[in-house]
């Protein structure tokens, strides 16, 4: 065993896989926020989807300081985090056919939207389906997942395809099944996930290009700032104002 503590070897295998997608993503993370860019000043809306542990990085860049206040989050009743009881509900209707169609179709997206689905293995039937049934609607997808799994599990969806398959941009986030980056002989099973800080900071990283993008083309990017600063909260009502129409989160 190294001489590293266990914290210190997650941190280091967190940021070993933070260092891979910079490196090997940046191409990708240059056109999700490009796409975000052109779908903000077309007049499009911007919607982020996640199940399970998947949504925690959708939720983080949704009325977020900081952040565009554009970003939207799609809900899917019992998926959305673990609020929902059993827990293991939520994983049980990830596999459900038909659930994203009922989903898009009561949805506000319409054509000319973006929207970012997170599935860390993408091969469940819900995220499958609704990064099919998004772009049948005219709708950009962007898929952040691990593509590992396309190679090492079999796709739940009746198709036999991967969120990977159905996207107009894929974000690899690198992460290898099974998520646990440590091991240890005494302990039966790998632990310390790190898929959320990775998935994360990939989120983060797209929101800040697209931010970009915008200002480079003379457009004042729709940012929050926070409410816990000087006019912080007089600042997110003319934001909130302005873009009225393409804010979900408020109604």
């Known amino acids: 065993m190294s001489d590293a503590t266990l914290a210190d070897q ?14 090997e993503e940046a191409e990708a993370v240059t056109a999700a926020g490009t796409l975000l860019a052109d779908t903000v000043a077309d007049g499009g809306r911007l919607f982020a989807f996640g ?34 009881m059993p827990a293991t509900l ?6 459900v056919d038909g659930l994203a ?42 898929g952040l997942t691990s593509v590992a799994y396309t190679t090492e599990t079999r796709s739940r969806h009746a ?5 990977k398959d159905h996207c107009d941009i894929v974000l690899d986030s690198k992460i290898a099944v099974g998520d646990a980056t440590l091991t240890l002989d005494t302990v039966p099973a790998p632990f310390a996930p790190a898929s959320t800080v990775v998935t994360s900071a990939i989120m983060q990283a797209v929101m800040a290009t697209a931010a970009g993008c ?38």
């Open 10 to 23: 997650f941190f280091d295998a967190a940021i070993e896989l933070l260092r891979r997608v910079r490196d």
């Open 214 to 251: 915008l200002a480079e083309r003379g457009i004042e990017p729709p940012l929050l700032r926070s409410g816990n600063v000087g006019g912080g909260h007089d600042w997110n009502g003319r934001v909130m104002t302005e873009y009225a129409d393409r804010i979900f989160y408020r109604r």
């Open 51 to 84: 199940a399970g542990h998947s949504s925690l990085p959708a939720q983080d860049v949704v009325y977020r300081a900081g952040g565009l206040a554009l970003m939207n989050l799609l809900a899917v009743p019992g998926v959305v985090g673990v609020d929902v």
């Open 101 to 142: 169609s009922a989903v898009l179709d009561t949805s506000p997206l319409r054509a000319g939207d973006a929207l970012v689905i997170i599935s860390l293995s993408g091969r469940n039937a819900l995220p499958v389906e609704m990064a099919m049934k998004a772009r049948a609607l005219g709708v950009k997808v962007i």
């Open 90 to 95: 939520g994983s049980a209707l990830e596999r």
């Open 159 to 163: 198709s036999g395809t991967y969120l």
